[in-house]
Structures are given as structure tokens and as C-alpha cells.
């Protein structure tokens, strides 16, 4: 099975989350992912390479953002995760590191 790796902003958000269900659909989201990493949506322009995949829960929408690198085989890593509101410009601001 494909290797799936957090980098600091998506392993802080999700280890904070309380709402066991959110969890749950971030669980499956990333199962998802994990089984076919074009189920996001690729991005562009600043963001080209990186995939995004929308979560709907309690009337909000969460980003999942992602990558996909190889190294023998294929690994996901999952770069951050969060509300929708200001996300990519999060997203930019922690690639631009």
C-alpha cells in the first residue's frame, strides 16, 4: 500500500481535531487518496504539483492539500489541512518556506 507521510501543518491539525466524526472523514479522505491520488483536484499556477481534496461536514468546507513524490514507490505526502477560508494562501505562504 502506498506510504502516506504529514508534514508538521497537517499532523498538528489533525492530532488537534475533537470532532470524532470530522476525523473520521479526514480518515477516509486520506484512504481514499492513499488508493488513487488523483482523487484530488490538481492545482495550478503558484500550487502546480500539489492536489487538493474537499471535505464537506456541518455546513463548513476542509481542504486536504497534497503531494505525490517518488521514491521506489509512489508516497503521498500530506502537507496541510484545514478550513477553507484562507487556506491557499496558508498553503502558498508555508511552500514558499
Known sequence: MTEV???PPAAK???KLKDK???E???NAIDKIRE???AGEAKTGDLSGVFGYDIY???TNYELAYTVEYQNDRIIVIIMAGTRENFYEQLKRYMKR
Open 5 to 7: 507521510r504529514f508534514l
Open 13 to 15: 491539525y489533525l492530532k
Open 21 to 23: 466524526r470530522l476525523k
Open 25 to 27: 472523514l479526514f480518515k
Open 36 to 38: 488513487d491520488y488523483t
Open 57 to 59: 461536514y456541518n455546513k
